[in-house]
């Protein structure tokens, strides 16, 4: 069984153990190591070796933000998942353009969350529904198309823009997860974009009459 180290990063000590007690009643996650701040954050990637760290935005001294460009730029092969409770396109903005792997609201589901842990790590990024909305006119697309997806890829690009991930588009449609890759691999193709966050972006640029 593949197994996940999580780092947490969040000033709230509730949030911290709460998150961390989660994690750890499933086999697959194994707490890495806890920071209260982004600088201790930095600190602890030197000395452990996560896969995902989730990071909260808004703390004291070295916040989410600046921690995920200086985890970023010193290890590149760290996934960062913001977890929060804000909304704020300018953090929004500010975390993907840092590098950031996904936003994910603190309300969500635990099993979610776990859930968008995995899918992170597994190369993708995750935007709920309600933050994917943001960002039309915040990210920049190269020249992409919508038209020639088939009724099937047209409903997984549906899904993939509402915040699901590549198992809940699996288990919602009764295919299986490589059924699943195989369309989104073949609509990034069609529409000439690179990852989930762009694929969001479109389907809402659409949707808005933005194309």
């Given at each position: 069984?593949?197994?996940?180290?999580?780092?947490?990063?969040?000033?709230?000590?509730?949030?911290?153990?709460?998150?961390?007690?989660?994690?750890?009643s499933?086999?697959?996650?194994?707490v890495?190591?806890?920071?209260e701040?982004g600088?201790?954050?930095?600190?602890?990637?030197?000395?452990?070796?996560?896969?995902?760290?989730?990071m909260d935005?808004?703390?004291?001294?070295?916040?989410g933000v600046?921690?995920?460009?200086?985890?970023?730029?010193?290890?590149?092969?760290?996934?960062i998942m913001i977890?929060t409770?804000?909304?704020?396109?300018?953090?929004?903005r500010?975390?993907?353009?840092a590098g950031?792997?996904g936003?994910?609201?603190k309300?969500s589901?635990a099993?979610s969350?776990?859930e968008?842990i995995?899918t992170?790590?597994r190369?993708h990024t995750v935007l709920?529904?309600?933050?994917?909305?943001?960002?039309?006119g915040?990210?920049?697309l190269?020249e992409?198309k919508?038209?020639?997806?088939?009724?099937r890829?047209?409903?997984?690009?549906?899904?993939?823009?509402?915040?699901f991930?590549n198992?809940?588009?699996?288990?919602?449609?009764?295919i299986s997860?490589g059924?699943?890759?195989n369309y989104?691999?073949?609509?990034?193709?069609?529409?000439g974009?690179?990852?989930?966050?762009?694929?969001?972006?479109?389907?809402?640029?659409r949707?808005m009459?933005q194309?």
């Amino acid at each position: 069984m593949k197994q996940y180290r999580v780092m947490i990063c969040d000033d709230d000590a509730l949030v911290r153990d709460g998150l961390s007690a989660i994690l750890e009643s499933y086999d697959d996650m194994i707490v890495e190591g806890i920071a209260e701040d982004g600088e201790q954050a930095v600190r602890l990637c030197r000395e452990t070796s996560p896969d995902i760290i989730l990071m909260d935005i808004r703390m004291p001294g070295t916040d989410g933000v600046r921690a995920t460009g200086m985890i970023r730029k010193e290890f590149p092969g760290v996934k960062i998942m913001i977890l929060t409770t804000f909304e704020d396109r300018d953090y929004i903005r500010s975390a993907l353009s840092a590098g950031a792997h996904g936003y994910v609201l603190k309300s969500s589901p635990a099993s979610s969350i776990v859930e968008n842990i995995r899918t992170v790590c597994r190369g993708h990024t995750v935007l709920q529904e309600n933050v994917a909305r943001e960002l039309p006119g915040m990210i920049s697309l190269p020249e992409v198309k919508i038209e020639g997806l088939s009724p099937r890829e047209d409903e997984i690009l549906k899904l993939i823009a509402q915040g699901f991930s590549n198992k809940e588009i699996a288990s919602q449609l009764s295919i299986s997860d490589g059924t699943v890759r195989n369309y989104i691999s073949e609509i990034l193709v069609k529409t000439g974009t690179r990852d989930r966050t762009q694929l969001a972006v479109l389907y809402y640029r659409r949707r808005m009459g933005q194309e």
